[in-house]
């Protein structure tokens, strides 16, 4: 692909500007590149994964195939938590074997080997194999029947002096948290090249396997119903304790610090709860042993964050892979460029058009942003946008991907999963809101090129409409997607059928996909699962502080005290709460935080549980383009060249009619198409005029013409008396845009008139 900024800044083209592998992935800087024998290991790795994952979603299992017994591979459907361990575990193993503790610098391995450091992390593999090897004991023990049995389960009560109580600390507990704490810590020093495995990631590969095994085994008797309580078994804290520190670290490689440190804000105050004064206090201290015996089940890492990553994300990342192989992301921003690239600052368009679609199949903003703004953000620039203009409109766009439906990134999974709603219901009652926020940042964007006078593209510049209009055909897998899931088929057999329908028409095209890319595909899907599942498992450790301290429940007490003197008090706390706790973390995370520490608050007051969850996703959404910490204008500034904040700011100003948004639906349940279909077509209507009012406030330019300072102003104030969708605050706003329109029009103020300051001469 050639560099489209390159033509962009010399103002010539080389022919059409065309997207090509804008869906591929970009190669981190801590991702190991291997050949070899050691690419084929990992690849196998890889597709092993993200295939066992397709199989047991749709139950399938050898023996159905084959018509043979094979008592040694499992038979499908898997028991759930089972499946979850397996889910998790697989994760770490694969992630810490490809992603690094470190950087990479370019190509080499940054440093000369520690060869020193990577003996030690050797010999690390021997305290693992120990714990290991007693996990196997202990499971065989289990399966012999020669233990004791309550309710038909076999217990494990491991009572402090017992033999089994010693085995669990003094062969399994200990041994696990020497390999485990030693290889994270060994890691942060280790340096090995680009494309070897290091020592004592191959150990945290190996304990995250242990885990597995220990879990399975105990999790499978009677002490599952000691989760949570001070009789959980010994072993199963030092497990959980390993395990959780493994997430952290595995966070932390491959989606930074930001969630890590939130994480461990929420485990000191686990520990420190009962010391705290006010709402934070517990009345009694959580021993380690209660607390990570309860982390590590369904009320935390095992719980809804996980259900849905070892579920819904990760048949629709394997879809992705799918869509990757046949070219449909170049295609989706191929046909943005020719529907909208003629159009006035024709670009930032296309990066909006072009988001919409990417944001069906990529799960993230910041990952919207880079696969699309590395050709947008060049060509606004080109056309005239400044660099932080050009940046954050990417990211504005590109954080939109995450509320349009269908998909919807992984928060509607998650609603669905917490709320019990149906994922169409969901999906359905996206439709308007996700429309209004591409419709305002539409305007802004449409209106910042009226005001500096840009032009669309030229026709050689783009893509042959034409042409591509053959290949409508490349929208068949969405469209069965959709097809399926208002059908009444599951989210996972629709999400198969699209995934097959995604190979199906790639025989069409030049990129035909046979056995080979296939393969490559679910090789692709295990390696992009990697960051969402570790966030989603990371996240489940702070669902599981919330849900043993209760503070979701404090909180919610204090939504309701706000609410007894103003609700619109108490929806502004709780939407200043989902921003702040997604700060710097992925949508998916951000959500489930924010659904156990803030929805619960907003049911109470008497929203509808849609309603509540919704106005929770789209803050938590938000975060990503709110200053001071947003990570798609980040990522945006990054390609642009522009300054990080001075982005964040402009691409929340681009952004800004989406903070409107979910109290237009607070207030007007018929935007979420809750009433009949007049009263949605009256609230759509009438929440488009208000959005258009305040797009055009905050940019200045309305109906043909720059405005006054105090004409913007009313311009806003009209804008917010459309959010009620009430008859009379509607024909106020309404009446108010008219007024402005005529003085503008008639009376015609200087719109550079500037704004008047006391003592000013």
Known sequence: MTDPGNHQAEGNFEGPVLADGVDEEA???NRRVFTGWSYLFMAGLATFYAAFHMIA???VSISDWTGIELPLLPQFPLETWNFRIVHISGALALGFLLFSAHRFVEDGPGRKDTRIVSILSMLLILPALVSGFTAIRFGNMINS?????????????AFPGTEIYISEVWWFGVPLLLATFGAIALGWMERRARGRFAASDVVLAVCGIVIAIYLI????????NSVGTQFVPIGVAFAATAGAAMILELTRRVAGLALVIITGVFLLYTFTAHMLPGILAVQNAYSWQRFFGHVYSDAGILGPTTAVSSTYIILFIIFAAFLQASKVGDYFVNFAF??????RGGPAKVAIFASGLMGMINGTSAGNVVATGSLTIPLMKKVGYQKKTAGAVEAAASTG??????????GAFIMAEITGIPYTEIAVAAIIPAVLYFVSVFFMVDFEAAKLGMRGMREDELPKFRKLVTQVYLFIPIIILIAALFMGYSVIRAGTLAT???AVVSWFTPHRMGLRSILKAFELAGIM????IAVCACAGIIVGVISLTGVGARFSSVLLDLAGVSQLLALFFAMCIAILLGMGMPTTAAYAVAASVVAPGLVQLGIPMLTAHFFVFYFAVLSAITPPVALASYAAAGISGANPMETSVTSFKIGIAAFIVPYMFFYNSALLMDGTWPEILRAGTTAAVGVFLLSSGVQGWFLGGRSAWFLRVGLVLAALFMIEGGWMTDLVGIGAAVVIFFIQKVLRPDPDIAIPIRGAD
């Open 27 to 29: 190669i981190e800087s």
């Open 57 to 59: 979603l749709n139950g």
């Open 145 to 157: 029947g020669a233990l004791p049995e309550m309710g038909g389960l076999t217990t494990w009560a």
């Open 217 to 224: 085994a105990i999790y499978g008797t009677a002490a599952r």
């Open 338 to 343: 020719a529907t909208a690239g003629r159009a």
């Open 401 to 410: 991907g995450q509320i349009m439906p269908p998909i919807m990134g992984a």
């Open 500 to 502: 097959v329908a995604a």
């Open 529 to 532: 699962s990697i960051q969402i």
